[in-house]
Structures are given as C-alpha cells and as structure tokens.
C-alpha cells in the first residue's frame, strides 16, 4: 500500500521501475531527446503538478558490478489526490506513458486507468521526508504571485507597496496583474 507523502495541498510520488538493462541506452536516448524539445504542452497544461521527472539508473553508489536490471525512476511533487494525478497520465498521455514505461517489467498499459495506477502503487517508494515551501498554495497560485511580483517591479520597481497606490503607474500594474489576482485563492487545479 502507498505511504502518500504530503505537506499541505503538495504530494510526493517515487516510483522505481526494473527494466532490462539492455533497454537503458535507448530509454535514456528518448528522454534526452524529449528534454531537448522543452516542456511538452500537455503537461505545462497540467497546471497541478509541481515536478516531474524520470531517470534511468544502472548503476547505485558503491555497486562493485553492473546490477541485474536497469532502472526507471519517476519523481514527480503535485497539487491533490494520488488516483487522480495518476489518472491524469492515463487518460491525457497513455501513448507517453508506453513509451516511458513501456520498457519496465509489468508495464500493464496506460489504459484503463486501474491496472496502471496498481502498478504505479507496487513500484511506488515510501517517502521519509517532505517538505514544501508553501504547503497552502497550489502551483497555479505561486505562479501567479510570481508573475504578480514581475509585473510590479517592471511598473513600480522599488516602490514601497505603502506607497504604491499613489504611484502614477498603479493603474496600469493593476490591470496588468488582474487575471492573476483573480485567480488567487481559487481551487482550480487540486485535480485533473
């Protein structure tokens, strides 16, 4: 059973998948060349997820000899209910999915959902320690107050924010800014 790692709204999810190793160079290839295309829009899309990443490891610290298998590490931080997040891979990417996991042991397919979330559970690693900045705040949130902060130190720069309201470029940060104050304290992206 999953051991959900949480701090806040934020969830922690490790997932560790045998492979055969012969599989590691082409695997790794596939990711380097998705890193080099940049984010994929269905996942910038994904406004819920923090962090997510794979790695394939063929070798751990202190290993005299190559290992048995490869191995296919998912490390991903996310706003919401663990079914939900893994879910939203299923549906949104499957065809992602079998190209990312589809070289690991068990891989059932990424459709229909349950058998892949009860295999993203076997390989699911207990988290001993989580910690998340601002455990409150959703991603789409801290985006927003960043873009929030930008736009005031490209119309107001140093302004004291006492004093800003009398700033003759107020007006203009505020319209600027408005979609993302709006967007504060909304419940928009817990789930896919």
Avoid: C
Wanted: charged residues 25%; hydrophobic residues 40%; glycine residues 6%.
């Amino acid at each position: 059973m999953t051991v959900t790692a949480r701090s806040g709204r934020s969830t922690a999810l490790t997932v560790l998948s045998p492979m055969p190793r012969l599989w590691a160079g082409p695997l790794r290839a596939i990711l380097y060349v998705r890193k080099l295309l940049g984010p994929a829009r269905d996942l910038q899309r994904m406004s819920f997820i923090h962090f997510a990443h794979w790695s394939v490891i063929t070798r751990f610290p202190g290993q005299q000899r190559p290992a048995r298998y490869a191995y296919l590490l998912f490390r991903s931080d996310f706003n919401g209910d663990w079914d939900e997040y893994i879910d939203a891979f299923s549906i949104v990417i499957p065809k992602r999915m079998a190209l990312i996991w589809g070289w690991s042991y068990g891989y059932p397919g990424a459709l229909p959902p349950e058998p892949f979330r009860r295999y993203i559970r076997r390989n699911d690693l207990p988290v001993d320690h989580y910690w998340s900045a601002y455990p409150e705040s959703s991603v789409s949130e801290i985006a927003s107050a960043l873009r929030v902060r930008d736009k005031y130190r490209e119309h107001l720069g140093d302004t004291d924010p006492a004093d800003a309201p009398a700033h003759p470029a107020w007006g203009r940060f505020l319209t600027d800014v408005q979609g993302d104050l709006h967007a504060w304290g909304h419940d928009d992206d817990t789930a896919a």
